[in-house]
């Protein structure tokens, strides 16, 4: 007996949902295996890292904390994804919109103005989709490849704020320390829930999974968009412009992922560090993919990967793991979802072998 | 050893049946070919005739029957084998190497090592025998499609077969071409070799072929003697009903200029593709124009030109209803009223993994779908299940993925999807091609009664019976250029057939016949 996968004659839908599922189930698993070997008790390892970070209302709202910029950077990227356009340079995104929005946040120092914030928000959108706006100009000029060009710009996004916060930004008061001064309360996100860190951002990230769901399903650009993705010569037959959908793809993921930034640093951080983000726009692709490129779907595993972050501190705390054990499940998840995605399109069968 | 006699079936096949986790595709099928026969195997699309022929050739596994060759039991498990028992098969698409020259792409199919020197006399040695003319060292982009099938078919006789299977050979050739085609069959057939020859078209099974054998729905429905037939009652036996007959209507004259093509020429970006010299064409309301041609002569080219898919550098050359269109988009000259059926269905026509409704969306958004930006759905769906009645198209409702259905079906939900949008201009390219003969003639009347309501329509077909029922004028294209106009009344497939090959009054020098069959 040797185990065959044919094709299916329809994609199975009902594999598609149920296949993010079974990358988690298998990535608890594996991670309890993971454990088991490094000689923890698979059950108690089990317990610190996926019950312990949400045991009580603070975890749980230092989980929808992480899961802000996960979800705004996985629902900009998934409009992308969608038609085609693999913007995989999100965290760079995320980290020129920090800089754009923190620029403006330390050059009007102590201004009382209520119009700072919504400027620096702004400023982060518009930071994020200026550095998207490279490889778009790249590709639909040139025909570069987007996910070279967006992937490079992150390095060169990192060395930008290594360079101003060692450099010309660098609070003068902080012990040469790489880091700016702190935000003024004008320009900090409000916090939502007392007592916790979960703060307006939240409502961002919320509002442009709405947003995000209408675009993509309802309007006719989001289905100019996926006629592209999906079939260029139908798109072109049909007198879809493929560059636009290129451009809007990629601004979309970056306007969101520097809303991300944005919030990072005039939130739970409030100033700008050489650590901004411990890989979020990364970790949003899985996001986006485990979400099935449907902001339903995004919502909730922008929370599981949140989850991943912060089982990955209690890990290092409580089981004297190592914190990149969280970026060990996430690629496990990764890697267990491609893998059950063949499912959607192939059935298994038990066959005999034949002579 | 065993040998053959000659009432030892060369092939007979028994009781094969193939399901496919959606249809039937084979359902206890019964066939024999004798040495020497030349065997039609006649039958719609989706009757399973190319299952049947992929069994036999070794690609697929029946799930219940058996293959007797020459006498005896054989399971033929891989094409390889079935070349080694002398089975050999020219598929309808061909799977040569556009880069590589003819020797090079045969030599691929041969096992072993062996020298290309030798390897070309052969090919020669075979292609003058059978009347095949091709030049062994000439690069395969630079061959008329015929040619390429006279590649395929020397490729298959090298290996000295037995039964050779050819799948719609003559869908690409010119009339003449045909009848050469059908000189080296015959050639084969009286030095023994069998023939399977799978086809819809009906007058020429009666011409060439010994026996037929006619499937529907997966199941044998009949064997005939097509000499002793009429295409009429061999059409029942594919159908399963008559055909109907479409009827024309007087040709309108003097309708006003829907189309006016003048002096057009464009290098293409395609390093295969054809340029286009000098086209003038005009074509008017309440009139059907036909070009006619073998494929590859640029009418790729100009569809994309006319359609806008590929914009031209120029406004001038094209005009759409008066505007000079040269320079717009597909979407610009939509709204001026051109609708257009390309070639492809899936992936250029519709979108396969979209339902039907989201495929209404692709052309006929302007038909009031959208409202500040958003989908109606309600509205398109509207239109998509109008056009699923009155196009008779067979899916399982408006939400069925498009690539669910059969070819026939979607090209029906194309051609209705742009006819409902009340076209001023309507071009249709191979607008049957690969459908079957019922849907043929209903797509035939659709166009027939859209011309008579004062539509200007273009088709591109490489049918020549098509154009010569439906057009009241056929203009040529070969090698890029267009012939003059003909009235369809006036002329016959004997002209254009020779038209086809560039050789028009007035031509320039047949320069660069390549493109020629």
């Known amino acids: ?185 004008e320009a900090t996100l409000p916090i939502l829930l007392e007592g916790t860190r979960v703060n307006a951002a939240l409502i961002f990230a919320l509002g442009a999974l709405v947003a995000g769901w209408i675009f993509m399903n309802r309007s006719f650009m989001g289905y100019q968009m996926k006629v592209a993705g999906q079939a260029e010569h139908a ?121 | 050893m065993h040998t053959p006699t000659s009432d030892t079936p060369r092939l007979a096949i028994r009781g094969i049946r193939k399901v496919y986790p959606s249809a039937i595709a084979n359902d206890g099928i019964n066939l024999t070919v004798m040495p020497g026969e030349i065997h039609a195997v006649l039958g719609e699309n989706g009757a399973g005739k190319s299952t049947l022929m992929k069994v036999i050739y070794g690609v697929i596994r029946p799930d219940a029957g058996e293959i007797l060759w020459e006498g005896r039991r054989e399971t033929i498990s891989n094409p390889a084998q079935a070349r080694a028992l ?124 010994h026996r037929a054998t006619v499937l529907r729905g997966g199941k044998v429905t009949g064997t005939c003697i097509p000499s002793r037939e009429t295409p009429q009652t061999m059409a029942r036996m594919m159908i399963g009903v008559d055909l109907p007959a479409c009827c024309h209507g007087e040709p309108g004259d003097g309708g006003e200029v829907r189309l006016h093509i003048e002096g057009l020429s464009h290098a293409t970006e395609d390093p295969f593709g054809t340029d286009l010299r000098d086209i003038h064409l005009q074509v008017r309301s309440g009139e059907i124009v036909g070009i006619a041609g073998v494929s590859g002569n640029g009418q790729q080219e100009l569809l994309r030109a006319i359609s806008g898919e590929e914009p031209l550098a120029g406004k001038h050359a094209i005009q759409m209803c008066g505007v000079q269109v040269g320079r717009m988009n597909p979407a610009r000259r939509r709204a001026l009223g051109m609708c257009f059926v390309p070639e492809e269905r899936l992936g250029r026509g519709a979108v396969p993994r979209l339902t039907l409704t989201e495929n209404i969306l692709l052309t006929a958004y302007r038909k009031g779908m959208l409202f500040s930006g958003l989908i109606r759905f309600g509205v398109a769906k509207r239109f998509a299940e109008e056009c699923i009645r009155r196009f008779d198209v067979k899916c399982g409702g408006a939400n069925s993925e498009a690539k669910s259905l059969s070819g026939g079906n979607l090209q029906k939900f194309i ?82 057939g020779m038209w086809m090959s560039g050789l028009w009054p007035g031509a320039g020098a047949p320069e660069g016949a390549g493109h020629v069959a």
């Open chain 1, 1 to 185: 007996m040797w185990l065959k996968f044919e094709p299916r004659a329809e994609p199975s839908r009902a594999m598609a949902y149920l296949s993010p599922l079974l990358a988690v189930g298998l990535m608890f698993l594996c991670g309890m295996i993971l454990f088991y070997i490094l000689g923890k008790n698979p059950v108690e390892g089990f317990r610190v890292f996926f019950m312990n970070p949400v045991k009580d209302a603070y975890g749980v709202a230092e989980l929808f904390l992480k899961a802000t910029p996960l979800m705004l950077c996985a629902v900009g990227l998934s409009m992308g994804f969608k038609a085609n356009v693999w913007n995989i340079g999100a965290e760079g995104q995320l980290l020129i919109g920090a800089l754009a929005g923190g620029g403006l946040a330390l050059h009007f120092e102590g201004s009382p103005s209520p119009f700072l914030l919504p400027a620096m928000i702004l400023a982060g959108a518009l930071g994020g989709m200026a550095w998207a706006a490279i490889p778009a100009f790249l590709r639909t000029r040139f025909n570069a490849n987007e996910i070279l060009t967006s992937l490079m710009l992150v390095y060169v996004a990192e060395l930008m704020v290594s360079w101003v916060v060692h450099g010309p930004w660098k609070d003068p008061d902080g012990f040469n320390f790489p880091q700016t001064r702190l935000f003024g309360a």
């Open chain 1, 235 to 355: 798109g072109r037959y049909a007198g879809f412009s493929a560059k636009r959908s290129v451009w809007i793809g990629m601004l979309a993921g970056g306007a969101m992922a520097g809303i991300a930034g944005i919030s990072e640093v005039a939130g739970p951080i409030g100033q700008i560090t050489e650590h901004i983000s411990p890989g979020y726009g990364f970790a949003a692709m899985i996001v986006a993919f485990v979400g099935r490129l449907n902001p339903i779907g995004i919502f909730f595993s922008s929370l599981l990967m949140a989850l991943l972050y912060l089982g990955g501190e209690q890990a290092q705390q409580y089981l004297n793991l190592p914190s990149s054990i969280s970026k060990v499940f996430q690629g496990m998840l990764l890697f267990f979802l491609l893998g059950s995605d063949v499912f959607i399109h192939f059935r298994p069968r038990l066959v005999r072998r034949r002579k």
């Open chain 2, 86 to 209: 002398g089975i050999g098969m020219v598929f309808q698409h061909f799977s040569l190497f556009e880069t590589l020259t003819v020797v090079q792409n045969v030599a691929l199919s041969i096992p072993g090592r062996l020298d290309l020197a030798t390897l070309s006399r052969r090919i020669e040695e075979v292609s003058s025998r059978y009347g095949l003319p091709v030049d062994p060292r000439r690069l395969v982009h630079a061959l008329s499609v015929g040619e390429r099938q006279r590649v395929e078919i020397i490729r298959c006789l090298l290996q000295n077969p037995r039964l050779l299977i050819l799948d719609e050979p003559t869908s690409v050739l010119t009339p003449q071409a045909v009848r050469k085609l059908f000189e080296t069959l015959r050639q084969l057939a009286a030095e023994g070799v069998s023939i399977l020859y799978i086809s819809h078209k009906l007058d020429e099974i009666q011409e060439l072929c």
């Open chain 2, 415 to 496: 051609v209705g999807r742009e006819i409902m949008q009340d076209p001023k201009l309507l071009v249709l390219a191979q607008p049957t091609w690969g459908v079957d003969v019922g849907a043929s003639s209903f797509i035939r009347q659709s166009v027939l009664d859209l011309r008579n309501s004062g539509t200007a329509i273009l088709v591109i077909s490489e049918e020549l019976e098509e154009l010569f029922e439906i057009c009241d004028r056929i203009v040529v294209m070969a090698k890029g250029t267009l012939s003059p106009s003909k009235v369809t009344s006036e002329t016959d497939v004997e002209e254009i």
